[in-house]
């Protein structure tokens, strides 16, 4: 491996960058790529911040791994490639990497290519996951057996850098694959529209005030919802200032109490059952306390409008999963997830609504599915059985 000075580590020609002056280089040769490969090692089982443990890229002509816990090393220059507007970033399943960098660096990395969403665009499937694509795809087989190791511990092992390095390193054959059954297929279109949803900020970064809208609440009466949304913040910085998870503060449960008792001391917040024992003689207790008493002043005019619950019309049932059926027939004829298209809420929407205003009748997902739907529920198409195939047959009406 060499001795502890060297700049760039090689374990079996697996090269580990721990120096700036070397990562600035790795990013220079990367600079003339189309595209590259990127994939991310981290922990955060116990944290509100993930801790970034790992970074995998690679290019079409090499590979590396960036040791971000290197002593002194300075991710600005990888952080440039990702910004970089002439070099593609291959991901897969991104989310939860994107929103690493972007709490690290503040953007967003462009262009983006997550190889789930284009393999559901192609019918590999409901969210495959990366070892089944890379299976159909290269014909590899993943070894999984480092994927829940400690990735912060240092040094990493053999086996660890390999499967990390086989993460980008395989991904570049998808990739290309990937793009040929796009191309093959026509559905470029299909999906540069579902990566624009890779580029909301709010993905990554939801401001505390608007916490709330994780949580479900049937109760809409206006000083629930005001305790409901200043307690939600507060659970949020709470978790952020300590670096905890959010249900390390308090659990979903507490807050849909606590909104709905609006307790106004110790005591009452006492006998609130989803509160920890002893938590009200914390530091946190007249915190939280505070951020009660916010919400129960907060002017009704101030509150946000909220959509009103979803209340399907009675007997749709039988209409729903006459629905399903076509979704899968339409998904399987025309080789595409089903999850790409629908999901079981926006069924009950076309089958309870006059109007409905969902995806699905919208745009591509439209001439897929939407408007087979839509005559399937005005009686103009119909589902049948032939060779044991389910077909769908033109009705006059």
């Not at 997550?114 to 590999?124: N, S, V, Y």
């Not at 005591?267 to 009660?292: D, T, V």
């Given at each position: 491996?060499?001795?502890?000075?060297?700049?760039?580590?090689?374990?079996?020609?697996?090269?580990?960058?721990?120096?700036?002056?070397?990562?600035?280089?790795?990013?220079?040769?990367?600079?003339?790529?189309?595209?590259?490969?990127?994939?991310?090692?981290?922990?955060?089982?116990?944290?509100?911040?993930?801790?970034?443990?790992?970074?995998?890229?690679?290019?079409?002509e090499e590979a590396a791994m960036i040791d971000?816990?290197?002593?002194?090393?300075?991710?600005?220059?990888?952080?440039?490639?990702?910004?970089?507007?002439?070099?593609?970033?291959?991901?897969?399943?991104?989310?939860?990497?994107?929103?690493?960098?972007?709490?690290?660096?503040?953007?967003?990395?462009?262009?983006?290519?997550?190889?789930?969403?284009?393999?559901?665009?192609?019918?590999?499937?409901?969210?495959?996951?990366?070892?089944?694509?890379?299976?159909?795809?290269?014909?590899?087989?993943?070894?999984?057996?480092?994927?829940?190791?400690?990735?912060?511990?240092?040094?990493?092992?053999?086996?660890?850098?390999?499967?990390?390095?086989?993460?980008?390193?395989?991904?570049?054959?998808?990739?290309?694959?990937?793009?040929?059954?796009?191309?093959?297929?026509?559905?470029?279109?299909?999906?540069?529209?579902?990566?624009?949803?890779?580029?909301?900020?709010?993905?990554?970064?939801?401001?505390?005030?608007?916490?709330?809208?994780?949580?479900?609440?049937?109760?809409?009466?206006?000083?629930?919802?005001?305790?409901?949304?200043?307690?939600?913040?507060?659970?949020?910085e709470q978790a952020r200032e300590r670096n905890?998870?959010?249900?390390?503060?308090?659990?979903?449960?507490?807050?849909?109490?606590?909104?709905?008792?609006?307790?106004?001391?110790?005591?009452?917040?006492?006998?609130?059952?989803?509160?920890?024992?002893?938590?009200?003689?914390?530091?946190?207790?007249?915190?939280?306390?505070?951020?009660?008493?916010?919400?129960?002043?907060?002017?009704?005019?101030?509150?946000?409008?909220?959509?009103?619950?979803?209340?399907?019309?009675?007997?749709?049932?039988?209409?729903?999963?006459?629905?399903?059926?076509?979704?899968?027939?339409?998904?399987?004829?025309?080789?595409?997830?089903?999850?790409?298209?629908?999901?079981?809420?926006?069924?009950?929407?076309?089958?309870?609504?006059?109007?409905?205003?969902?995806?699905?009748?919208?745009?591509?997902?439209?001439?897929?599915?939407?408007?087979?739907?839509?005559?399937?529920?005005?009686?103009?198409?119909?589902?049948?059985?032939?060779?044991?195939?389910?077909?769908?047959?033109?009705?006059?009406?």
């Amino acid at each position: 491996m060499g001795d502890k000075c060297n700049l760039i580590v090689y374990i079996d020609r697996m090269k580990v960058i721990t120096q700036t002056k070397d990562l600035k280089e790795f990013c220079d040769s990367l600079i003339k790529s189309p595209f590259i490969t990127v994939d991310t090692e981290f922990i955060r089982e116990t944290t509100y911040w993930p801790l970034l443990c790992l970074i995998q890229v690679a290019s079409p002509e090499e590979a590396a791994m960036i040791d971000p816990l290197a002593e002194g090393i300075d991710l600005s220059p990888f952080f440039e490639i990702l910004q970089n507007p002439d070099i593609v970033k291959v991901m897969h399943g991104c989310r939860q990497d994107i929103e690493i960098f972007y709490n690290l660096g503040h953007f967003i990395p462009t262009p983006l290519f997550d190889t789930q969403i284009a393999a559901m665009a192609c019918g590999f499937g409901d969210a495959v996951g990366y070892e089944t694509l890379i299976a159909k795809t290269v014909g590899a087989k993943i070894d999984k057996g480092s994927r829940f190791t400690d990735w912060a511990r240092r040094p990493l092992s053999k086996a660890q850098l390999e499967y990390a390095l086989a993460d980008v390193t395989h991904l570049r054959d998808a990739y290309q694959f990937l793009c040929q059954q796009i191309e093959e297929k026509g559905r470029a279109a299909w999906v540069e529209e579902e990566m624009l949803s890779l580029h909301d900020v709010h993905n990554y970064d939801m401001p505390p005030e608007l916490a709330y809208q994780r949580l479900k609440m049937q109760d809409r009466r206006p000083n629930v919802v005001g305790v409901l949304i200043t307690v939600a913040a507060w659970r949020e910085e709470q978790a952020r200032e300590r670096n905890i998870p959010r249900g390390r503060v308090i659990k979903d449960d507490a807050i849909r109490e606590i909104a709905v008792q609006g307790p106004k001391n110790i005591s009452e917040l006492s006998r609130l059952r989803s509160i920890p024992k002893g938590f009200e003689n914390s530091r946190y207790a007249e915190s939280l306390l505070s951020a009660i008493q916010r919400g129960l002043n907060l002017p009704k005019n101030e509150l946000p409008v909220l959509a009103k619950p979803i209340v399907n019309r009675q007997g749709i049932g039988p209409l729903v999963e006459l629905l399903k059926v076509l979704l899968k027939q339409r998904c399987d004829s025309c080789d595409v997830a089903p999850k790409l298209i629908a999901n079981v809420a926006d069924l009950e929407r076309i089958a309870s609504d006059q109007d409905p205003d969902v995806q699905a009748l919208k745009g591509w997902r439209y001439e897929v599915f939407g408007k087979y739907a839509m005559d399937l529920k005005a009686g103009k198409l119909a589902l049948a059985c032939e060779d044991d195939q389910v077909i769908l047959v033109k009705r006059n009406g």
